[in-house]
């Protein structure tokens, strides 16, 4: 359990970097990392006599992940955001050469609570990758070092990204373009998951819509729904369910203009659970509302949201 005093100072820290004020180890002490990454390797499906290599990746895939300084801004320990790889191998064409599906999921405490919210729940099913025990992974801006650096390093800018979005609008905008230049480069490669022409669920996919203008007003939504309304609710659970009936509202625009965009997807992947338990009491014409919005952009939850029209 996080006490409140100690969530406090997170919070503030975290409003700090949110507009933009950025601190130096000549101001203020530096402190850890942003990430704290846990990694799972689950590598069932290869038939491979020394397993230890599996290992290896796990430690080092965290490491790099949990230890590389992504940004220039300054965290305290309790201030780093959670996150997950769950990482499936699926085969191994050759000694050395992988290909595997990932789940990545990042958190986001709640204000005056002890739950955190989820941030991205996102599948990836293009990873190929090279790794040899004892591997060394070191990320370098504006340069392709591997095709394995690129996805990790990709995947930790949008993570922060998103967590920075929670906190100020669109304070994302700097993590996002750290992630775009990071698909420029690994597009020569002619791996998969870097083109646009391969799935509308990639990792192009995914940072196109981010940085693209039309998705402003979901990425807006994000702030709002997280700091105007998760953060609020335990003052006035109505008004925060307004607030969140705004937000869908929004994304339903958005989703008009942009039908079946990843980050649409992504954003429900993440909150429908959330969204089920929020809407499951309060003005019954918002929820009818709410359900209203949700089933539309997705029929395939209309079973899973019936139960907020029911109470």
């Not at 949110?18 to 530096?30: K, V, W």
């Not at 595997?100 to 204000?111: E, K, L, N």
């Not at 922060?160 to 996002?176: A, E, H, Q």
């Amino acid at each position: 359990m996080i006490s409140l005093t100690i969530f406090r100072d997170f919070y503030k820290m975290k409003r700090i970097l949110a507009f933009g004020f950025l601190f130096t180890a000549l101001s203020i002490p530096s402190y850890s990392q942003e990430l704290n990454c846990t990694v799972s390797i689950n590598a069932d499906r290869v038939q491979i006599t020394d397993r230890s290599i599996f290992t290896d990746m796990q430690k080092s895939f965290s490491q790099f992940m949990s230890q590389t300084r992504w940004t220039k801004d300054v965290f305290q320990p309790i201030e780093r955001i959670h996150c997950s790889l769950n990482i499936t191998i699926e085969s191994m064409p050759s000694i050395g050469s992988f290909n595997a599906t990932v789940h990545i999921q990042s958190s986001r405490p709640v204000y005056n609570t002890n739950y955190e919210t989820l941030m991205l729940n996102f599948a990836d099913r293009d990873w190929q990758f090279e790794y040899t025990e004892s591997q060394p992974l070191e990320y370098t801006d504006n340069s392709y070092s591997s095709n394995l650096v690129s996805m990790l390093s990709f995947y930790a800018y949008v993570i922060i990204g998103l967590d920075y979005d929670s906190f100020g609008k669109l304070s994302g905008d700097p993590m996002y373009n750290k992630a775009l230049n990071i698909v420029n480069l690994a597009q020569p490669s002619n791996r998969t998951g870097w083109q646009p022409f391969e799935s509308n669920r990639n990792r192009y996919w995914l940072i196109e819509n981010l940085t693209n203008q039309q998705m402003a007003p979901l990425r807006e939504g994000i702030y709002e729904y997280h700091r105007l309304a998760l953060d609020q609710f335990h003052e006035d659970p109505d008004a925060a369910r307004q607030k969140i009936l705004e937000v869908l509202q929004k994304i339903q625009q958005v989703n008009d203009n942009r039908p079946n965009s990843i980050l649409v997807i992504s954003f429900f992947d993440a909150k429908s659970d959330e969204l089920q338990n929020i809407f499951s009491q309060g003005n019954m014409q918002v929820r009818r509302e709410a359900y209203n919005i949700i089933t539309k952009i997705d029929p395939t939850k209309s079973d899973q949201f019936k139960s907020i029209l029911q109470n």
